[in-house]
């Protein structure tokens, strides 16, 4: 399992605001997004493409397509819908699939409570977004899922990570079938007896929609 820290001046002053407690919903929905768009331009440093013929104004030249079958992009509700824009404002002929997991306060253990993506991924480079890896359990649960189902590579696009959970990433798939990568704008302190990212930004999806 691969971990990439986007280090960029860019992204750090997106990060900065995000984590800022005065940042209203409105402004935080509008940085993740364009926090989004710059990670997801990392993570899709490998997609496949196929060179095509074409023909400019001027002369015929050789460009590049995105490969079949098109890269899959899974928001892991609710949370990481606020991040879906972003990704397929630069994947805009991806597909969309949806997986919703709720994380047990107590235990901190996920659970799928909704799934809508097709049964047979093979071959298919699958983006997986969630805005926060904490525990890890939620995304070590989904990159599984991901796999099982036949993905050929699976990429985790996260604003903030914690060491805890990018251990257990590491742990969990340091002998997978496929390549797993995890690109985040920054690995954090520590995890605090909540489970909660330190110093983080606070819970995500409640930062762009408000509390349930």
Same mark, same amino acid.
């Given at each position: 399992?691969?971990?990439?820290?986007?280090?960029?001046?860019? +992204?750090?002053?997106?990060?900065?605001?995000?984590?800022?407690?005065?940042?209203?919903?409105?402004? %935080?929905?509008?940085?993740?997004?364009?926090?989004?768009?710059?990670?997801?331009?990392?993570?899709?440093?490998? +997609?496949?493409?196929?060179?095509?013929?074409?023909?400019?104004? +001027?002369?015929?030249?050789?460009?590049?397509?995105?490969?079949?079958?098109?890269?899959?992009?899974?928001?892991?509700?609710?949370?990481?819908?606020?991040?879906?824009?972003?990704?397929?404002?630069?994947?805009?002929?991806?597909?969309?699939? %949806?997986?919703?997991?709720?994380?047990?306060?107590?235990?901190?253990?996920?659970?799928?409570?909704?799934?809508?993506?097709?049964?047979?991924?093979?071959?298919?480079?699958?983006?997986?977004?969630?805005?926060?890896? =904490?525990?890890?359990?939620?995304?070590?649960?989904?990159?599984?899922?991901?796999?099982?189902?036949?993905?050929?590579?699976?990429?985790?696009?996260?604003?903030?990570?914690?060491?805890?959970?990018?251990?257990?990433?590491?742990?969990? %798939?340091?002998?997978?079938?496929?390549?797993?990568?995890?690109?985040?704008?920054? +690995?954090?302190?520590?995890?605090?007896?909540?489970?909660?990212?330190?110093?983080?930004?606070?819970? =995500?999806?409640?930062?762009?929609?408000?509390?349930?």
């Amino acid at each position: 399992m691969r971990i990439h820290v986007v280090d960029h001046p860019l +992204v750090a002053h997106k990060l900065t605001t995000l984590r800022d407690e005065r940042t209203d919903s409105p402004t %935080f929905r509008r940085l993740a997004d364009e926090l989004v768009t710059l990670l997801a331009y990392e993570a899709t440093r490998d +997609v496949r493409v196929d060179q095509v013929e074409v023909r400019t104004p +001027v002369a015929a030249t050789t460009g590049v397509k995105l490969s079949y079958p098109r890269p899959l992009v899974v928001p892991i509700l609710r949370a990481g819908l606020g991040m879906l824009d972003g990704m397929v404002r630069l994947l805009p002929t991806a597909e969309v699939g %949806f997986l919703g997991m709720i994380r047990d306060e107590g235990t901190l253990q996920p659970s799928t409570y909704a799934t809508r993506m097709p049964d047979d991924l093979t071959g298919r480079q699958a983006y997986v977004l969630d805005p926060m890896l =904490a525990t890890g359990g939620t995304l070590v649960a989904s990159t599984q899922l991901l796999i099982d189902r036949g993905a050929a590579d699976v990429t985790a696009i996260c604003l903030l990570a914690a060491p805890e959970g990018v251990a257990l990433m590491q742990e969990a %798939f340091k002998d997978a079938p496929v390549p797993v990568t995890v690109v985040t704008a920054s +690995v954090d302190e520590r995890l605090n007896e909540h489970g909660y990212i330190v110093p983080g930004l606070g819970d =995500a999806g409640d930062r762009l929609y408000g509390t349930a």
